[in-house]
């Protein structure tokens, strides 16, 4: 048989990354490639042939430097290719000792074929190996894939890790008072990552990295000590929303800013954090005023507005209600009464527990009258419409005349700091709910539940702190999963 080879220009750079990049426990690595034929020059028959590469020093005779024993190689075509130090790896000091080696091949029980081919690549793997630019640098002048160290300023002007598609580059760094890494920077998810860890517990403390996710973006984690408890994240595409996350982690308080959510959701903070000054949901107020007398029908009509007011409230909370009324009765001597109240539906029934009744008994002549009313309700946030209004009492005497004019002021609280009494003829919604029976000017006994609303602003804050609390959860299990994926390393 005879033989034809050639070594690929790519095996320089493939020896270049096996030096300088992989751990000194991975063997250096030359990939041959040749074609193999018969005496008439013809590709030999598809199949596994038993191939001995070696290497010496000299191009005929010399010494033997390395040998891969017999290999069964796989030919196709004529073509066959073979790693050089797969199985069988090189002496460590095998190219720094010999800048000149020759590639012998024996096919079977064939002599080894000749000529020797000079092996080229040596020089390639010389280079990787010898740091050229190097000043003060110890000993033999090169750093060896182990064993050797090299003290000085190291100049490269261009340093690539890895090979597309190939290999993912890794560099490490460690100091000298420290067993372990302090800097990594290495494959991750996306590309790659910048890792710093405690030289002497070598746990994780800090990540600047492309984000988990594939629509891009950043991620950069500061741990808050070295047992590797999170402090301080910045998720610039937080679960791939394309919207950043900050989150400061403490032992027991922790603050989230999230524009994934929206009002409430979107800043968290720990309790107390900020003063009443501060407070965005602050008291606010609303007015109206009606100054035209307005003349109640007599008989048994329904409630008619005298004044109304709208209120926005920006969050959940109390709304005081105070109005002002200026009636006028006369004109026919008898009974002569109207009655009022603050309320939230229009044309509502008289509530005994809320409304007032003013006016005059056996008495003609004008007689004004100054009723004042107050209720508080506890609403969520939205707009609501309230009224004073008025009626004149059904029993009045024939001939009364009943007028009446108002004022009626709407305030929001946001919190209460004693207890706020009100009535309700719906006591479903409290457990602390009291009935009371009240009496009307007829006799007739109406029963009504006092309520202290407090209980409604207790209840709501604790729905609002368990919605929150599981918000939190779902951020930091979400926050989680996106950091282990982040910190997935390409194999």
């Given amino acids: 048989m005879t033989v034809k080879h050639y070594i690929l220009i790519m095996v320089g750079s493939i020896i270049i990354l096996s030096a300088t990049f992989v751990s000194a426990d991975t063997p250096l690595l030359i ?86 081919t000079k092996l080229t690549s040596a020089g390639y793997a010389l280079h990787a190996l010898r740091a050229d630019t190097a000043l003060n640098v110890i000993g033999n002048k090169y750093v060896e894939i182990a064993g050797d160290e090299m003290t000085g300023n190291l100049q490269v002007p261009e340093l690539t890790f890895g090979s597309p598609g190939t290999y993912n580059g890794r560099l490490t760094g460690y100091t000298s008072f420290g067993t372990f890494p302090t800097f990594s920077i290495g494959p991750v998810v996306n590309g790659h990552g910048l890792s710093l860890y405690s030289s002497t517990t070598g746990h994780y403390l800090s990540a600047i990295q492309p984000d988990a996710n594939t629509g891009g973006g950043g991620y950069f984690q500061v741990n808050r000590n070295s047992t590797g408890d999170e402090g301080f994240i910045v998720d610039g595409n937080y679960a791939n929303t394309q919207q950043p996350v900050v989150m400061i982690l403490g032992n027991d308080r922790n603050v989230f800013f999230n524009v994934t959510s929206a009002g409430n ?16 949901d602050e008291p606010g107020l609303a007015t109206n005023s009606s100054y035209q007398w307005q003349t109640l029908p007599q008989g048994d009509n329904p409630m008619e507005d005298i004044c109304t007011v709208e209120i926005t409230i920006p969050a959940t909370g109390y709304i005081f209600l105070s109005g002002n009324l200026n009636g006028l009765t006369g004109s026919a001597i008898g009974t002569n009464f109207g009655r009022s109240q603050i309320d939230e539906i229009p044309g509502g029934t008289y509530d005994q527990y809320h409304g007032l009744y003013w006016g005059v008994d056996n008495y003609s ?21 309230f009224r004073i209004e008025a009626q004149a009492y059904s029993s009045n005497t024939a001939g009364a005349m009943t007028r009446v004019r108002g004022w009626l002021n709407a305030t929001y609280l946001p919190t209460s700091y004693g207890s706020v009494i009100s009535a309700t003829s719906n006591p479903d919604e409290f457990t602390d709910a009291k009935s009371i029976n009240m009496e009307d000017i007829d006799g ?48």
């Fill in 31 to 116: 990939t041959y490639q040749g074609s193999l034929s018969d005496s008439e020059s013809n590709p030999v028959t598809n199949g596994a042939y038993l191939i001995q590469f070696r290497l010496y020093d000299n191009p005929t005779g010399g010494t033997e430097l390395w040998s891969s024993s017999f290999r069964q190689v796989e030919v196709l075509n004529g073509l066959f290719s073979y790693n050089l130090g797969d199985t069988i790896p090189f002496p460590a000091s095998l190219f720094s000792e010999y800048s000149d080696l020759w590639l012998g091949i024996k096919v079977g029980t064939d002599s080894e074929l000749s000529p020797r």
């Fill in 265 to 280: 959701s979107s800043v968290s903070l720990p309790d107390d954090a900020i003063s009443s000054l501060e407070i965005l």
């Fill in 365 to 385: 002549p004008p007689m004004y009258h100054t009723p004042s009313h107050t209720r508080t309700y506890y609403k969520s946030a939205g707009t609501y419409t």
């Fill in 444 to 491: 007739t006994v109406t029963t009504t539940y006092k309520v202290d609303l407090r209980e409604l602003e207790t209840r709501a804050l604790r729905a609002r702190v368990e919605a929150e609390r599981l918000e939190l959860e779902l951020i930091k299990a979400q926050q989680g999963q996106t950091q282990q994926t982040a910190r997935q390393i390409e194999q």
